[in-house]
Each structure stands twice: as C-alpha cells, then as structure tokens.
C-alpha cells in the first residue's frame, strides 16, 4: 500500500508542476491516494503535501497488534517534524526534503531527508559529534558503491542494545544534482 501512495504521490507533483490544471490534478490525486491510505492527504499552502495514515498490525519485532499512525511531509516548504530532539539539529545550509513521524504505542521514528553541497565526511562529522553529545555510542558502519557514487551509514544507539533508542544516519550522492549530497536521519525512541 506505501509504494500505490509513493507512486501516486510522485505522480501528483509531475502533474501539478507542468500543467496549469494544479487544483483539478490534485483533487484527482487527492482522491486516489485518500483511496490508498487510512489517513489524509493535505497539499498545504506553504508547498508540502502531508500525508496521514493509520496502520492495524502487527509490528516488525513485536507480537500483538499495535496501531501505528505515520505523518508524512515533502516538498518546498518541508521541515523537520515537530518534536524533533533539538541537540540533534537539521544539516546548517542544509535542505530539508521531506520528513515523516510514525508511531505506535511503544515506540516512535522520526526521520528527515535533507540535501546539501557539503562533503559527505564533514556532514558525518558533524552529526557524529552532535549525535554522541547526545548521549548516543556509535554501533555500526558501513559504505556501499553504486554506480552514483558511495553512500556511507552509520548506526547509534542509546542504552543497553539501543534499548533507549537508536539514530541512523545515511549520506548518499545526489541522484539528480551531482553537485549535492543528501542525507537521511531516523531517530527512534522507545516509550517506557
């Protein structure tokens, strides 16, 4: 269901930035992905879309059903979601893409796409310093090679085996603008 909402999603802005039909495209694709999802779909003034939905289940890693609720936010006026740790701050001259929070009654992910001209080792070093004066240890890294470039991924967490929470970062060449890279951030935390 996430990748009919995803595709129709991408479709609504192809749509609405090359035609002059922009409220008639994005009530037909406000219809259709209201038709996908449990939530709403808002196409906000300030140029994001939001996008809510419930999710019955059950969880990656937990028995039982557990609801989950997910909002979503993209596009030109996007930003980092409300509640997000203020000593874990966006990218500085960084872009924010998109942003989501999503949630259950035991835990909460937050996550943000940015995009910046920086050099993916400082963009490392800058979240690696602000993520461990958080009180986060370093778990995990990791680099892969694509025919894009390196994207390199690092792991924390907070607690016993994360069990206070984990922060994953991920920074990639720009798939469009060469000249960009971008960077994706989840911070989960678990309610106690």
């Not at 090359?18 to 992905?33: H, M």
């Not at 796409?113 to 979240?127: H, N, R, S, V, W």
């Not at 390196?150 to 016993?160: E, N």
Request: glycine share 12%; hydrophobic share 30%; with cysteine.
């Amino acid at each position: 269901m996430r990748s009919r909402i995803a595709l129709l999603l991408v479709a609504a802005f192809a749509v609405t930035s090359t035609t002059g039909c922009k409220r008639i495209a994005e009530k037909i694709i406000k219809d259709k992905i209201s038709e996908a999802s449990d939530g709403g779909v808002t196409f906000n003034n300030d140029g994001t879309v939001t996008v809510k939905g419930n999710e019955t289940g059950s969880s990656s890693g937990s028995s039982g059903s557990s609801g989950t609720t997910t909002t979503s936010n993209f596009g030109s006026g996007a930003k980092l979601p409300d509640g997000w740790p203020s000593d874990i701050p966006a990218y500085p001259g960084g872009k924010v893409k998109s942003a989501s929070t999503s949630g259950s009654d035991r835990s909460q992910t937050m996550s943000a796409q940015q995009e910046t001209g920086d050099a993916p080792d400082a963009i490392l070093k800058f979240y690696a310093d602000k993520i461990t004066a958080a009180g986060y240890k370093q778990s995990t890294t990791s680099e892969s090679k694509t025919d894009f470039g390196v994207t390199k991924s690092v792991s924390f967490q907070k607690g016993k085996y994360g069990a206070d929470g984990s922060v994953y970062l991920s920074v990639s060449p720009g798939f469009m603008d060469k000249s960009k890279n971008n960077i994706s951030l989840s911070i989960t935390s678990f309610k106690k």
